[in-house]
């Protein structure tokens, strides 16, 4: 690689290291030359360019396996919310069916018992709507506030 100055006027620049760090045409011209320290820095480059790949290759395996785990974690994530939708709406039913006064002979078939304790009239429908609409959580302060259902239920199994 030709110095700074060889380089300026088209000169031919040969360096001998074992003699001098400065190119031949340099000497003969008496000025400072940067040949050796141009070796230098270009080795120093290309083992900093190196270097610099070798991290990119082991960042970018870094981040393949994240986006795998990121992949896996967003799959469960939407199964759990699948099966704890499937469990609230099973919960709610139970709820709606123990409100109604419905009771399950052995069987799981419902009887069509009317609870005397229910009052049917304007608005029950829209409270069991609301009632229907309550996350998991909600629904089992409700429980809890009531004093653990009627009949002894636990609001724990309605979530």
Do not use: Y
Not at 87 to 101: A, H, N, P, W
Request: glycine residues 8%.
């Amino acid at each position: 690689m030709p110095c700074s100055n060889c380089h300026r006027h088209g000169h031919h620049c040969v360096i001998d290291l074992d003699i001098s760090s400065s190119c031949s045409e340099c000497i003969r011209r008496k000025v400072a030359c940067d040949g050796g320290d141009i070796s230098a820095r270009l080795f120093n480059a290309m083992k900093e360019s190196r270097r610099l790949e070798d991290e990119e290759d082991a960042v970018m395996k870094d981040f393949a396996e994240l986006q795998s785990r990121l992949t896996r974690i967003r799959e469960q994530r939407r199964h759990l919310r699948k099966r704890q939708k499937e469990l609230f709406d099973r919960g709610m039913s139970d709820l709606s069916k123990e409100i109604r006064g419905e009771s399950s002979n052995s069987n799981g078939e419902s009887s069509g018992v009317i609870n005397d304790e229910v009052v049917a009239g304007e608005g029950s429908d829209d409270w069991l709507r609301e009632l229907e609409s309550m996350s998991p959580g909600a629904l089992e302060r409700l429980a809890a506030s009531v004093g653990q259902g009627s009949d002894g239920a636990n609001p724990q199994s309605l979530s």
